[in-house]
């Protein structure tokens, strides 16, 4: 059997309900005026969805990691000079608590006693896993076992949930509710925008996200990790791109909102960072010219001549200002002559959101065979991590291809060819790469492991918090702090100063 149910269009849902907004108080996104409970799940599902892709790709993430740049302070202002925005940090938690969480968790209390809507109840504890994994990497100690619990319990204010604690019950959500889906049930067709009701998609995507918070222990429990990538490696895993969650912003209406700033009113203010640019220029990156480009005028729609020549990028540096980067080794004497994104691929406005990829999953089992957690060849699962990233690029522009022969001399060059002696480097290096506009899952990976080894960010007026360089985690909004402001302290009490430079329980 299969519930199917037919949309005009994205718009559809998101006339439903709110997918984000900058300036409302947790109080209010913990409640719903559209009364989610009594709206179908399909929608709600769909919805989420939506509204995950929506806040994936965060530049202030992408700051930290060093693979876009700005000069510039103010608004754009953040990662670049870890420095503290709550304009920025305060629109994640927003956007996730008033769309995906909201809407899940109105999913799951609307759907667990119903056997047969028991495959949508596990797809949205499995997107709620998501989401709050996004949401404890980002700041730590966060609501959750009461979250979007205002429309069912009257919990207007929820308290903060321990992080270690959030993370044991995503762990153990993702492998029930996983396990739990079935085939034989009905599903739902026309409403799920990942994988349009395909029941083994959703297994794979379980496991996978299982495998990625399983590794989140590698610094802090090891014995942990081992264990839970077990039961992870148990179940189907995605076996090719065609098993990526994606969310594609294809209408008019829906452009994707982070490339469409990218490409418009900021077109001419965001760079490609120095570390990412060469990184790509020094192993002759196949992948390079379909990301980084120069463009003759930047700030023009067009963009003027592209120039996609490898030798000819150049990222900037970072720990500058629009006024100080004269003073950089090596400037180039423009900001003309800096690399930037490419808009008609990686900043297309109707390109997808990527939030759990087959490159990243295969790039994690690298990993775990190198640390000995699973038995396998970590130099096949490191290559084939490679060579899917470079096809997950058609994903962009349906014209990219990458010839085999391209692919597979890149991957047998020195410092690509995988070493035993410098694996873990390689593995989580090459997953920076293939995490590109996955900041926030680029970021987490990053502090789990240290890799790639990125020069501190050390500017001038930085947060005094930020120890060696780097932004740990970002800040409860203002309007939390002071709205909810006995479950913020509680939480600052356990977790430690409610500052960029707090690292969390397995940031080690």
């Not at 290096?429 to 990976?445: D, G, P």
Request: proline share 5%.
């Amino acid at each position: 059997m299969i519930y199917t149910k037919k949309y005009i269009s994205l718009a559809f849902a998101a006339l439903l309900l709110s997918v984000s907004s900058c300036d409302k108080d947790f109080e209010l996104i913990n409640t719903n005026p559209n009364a989610a409970t009594d709206l179908d799940p399909v929608y709600l599902l769909n919805n989420a969805q939506f509204a995950s892709g929506n806040q994936a790709m965060h530049f202030y993430e992408g700051q930290i990691v060093q693979q876009v740049n700005t000069p510039f302070t103010g608004v754009v202002e953040a990662g670049n000079h870890n420095v503290l925005n709550d304009a920025n940090t305060r629109s994640l938690w927003n956007g996730l608590y008033e769309g995906p969480v909201r809407n899940t968790v109105a999913i799951i209390e609307k759907t667990k006693a119903d056997p047969n809507q028991s495959n949508i109840y596990n797809m949205a504890r499995i997107l709620k896993a998501y989401n709050f994994i996004v949401l404890v990497d980002s700041y730590g100690d966060v609501p959750y076992f009461e979250a979007g619990k205002g429309f069912v319990e009257s919990t207007y204010l929820p308290k903060y949930d321990d992080q270690k604690a959030i993370y044991d019950d995503i762990l153990k959500e993702l492998q029930e509710a996983t396990a739990a889906l079935d085939p034989a049930k009905p599903t739902v067709i026309g409403g799920d925008i990942f994988y349009n009701g395909n029941i083994e998609k959703w297994r794979k995507l379980g496991n996978s996200l299982l495998l990625r918070a399983a590794m989140r222990f590698t610094e802090v429990d090891p014995t942990k990790a081992d264990q839970w990538v077990d039961k992870a490696v148990a179940g189907p895993l995605m076996v090719s791109n065609d098993d990526n969650a994606f969310v594609r912003f294809n209408s008019p209406a829906y452009v994707h909102p982070t490339t469409s700033g990218l490409t418009a009113t900021e077109k001419a203010n965001f760079f490609a960072g120095e570390p990412f640019v060469n990184y790509l220029k020094t192993y002759n990156d196949p992948r390079a010219p379909y990301i980084v480009v120069r463009y003759s005028q930047r700030g023009t729609d067009s963009g003027g001549e592209i120039n996609t020549n490898l030798a000819d990028q150049f990222g900037l540096p970072y720990g500058y200002s629009d006024v100080t980067l004269p003073t950089a080794p090596g400037y180039r004497g423009s900001l003309d002559l800096y690399s930037q994104f490419r808009r008609t691929t990686v900043l297309n406005q109707n390109s997808p959101e990527f939030l759990v990829t087959y490159a990243q999953t295969q790039l994690l089992l690298a990993e775990a065979v190198q640390r000995g957690f699973i038995t396998g060849d970590a130099k096949t699962y490191y290559e084939t991590g490679i060579k899917a990233h470079m096809d997950q690029l058609k994903g962009y522009d349906a014209t990219i291809n990458i010839p085999e022969e391209v692919k597979n001399a890149y991957v047998q060059q020195p410092g690509i060819l995988y070493d035993p002696a410098t694996a873990l480097e390689q593995i989580n290096t090459q997953y920076w790469v293939a995490s590109f506009r996955s900041w926030s899952e680029a970021w987490s990976n990053f502090r789990r492991t240290e890799l790639p080894r990125l020069q501190p960010i050390n500017y001038p007026g930085e947060d005094a918090s930020v120890k060696g360089g780097f932004i740990r985690r970002l800040v409860y909004p203002n309007r939390e702090v002071s709205v909810n402001q006995t479950n913020v302290n509680d939480a600052v009490s356990r977790m430690g100063a409610n500052v960029l430079g707090t690292r969390l329980f397995w940031d080690k």
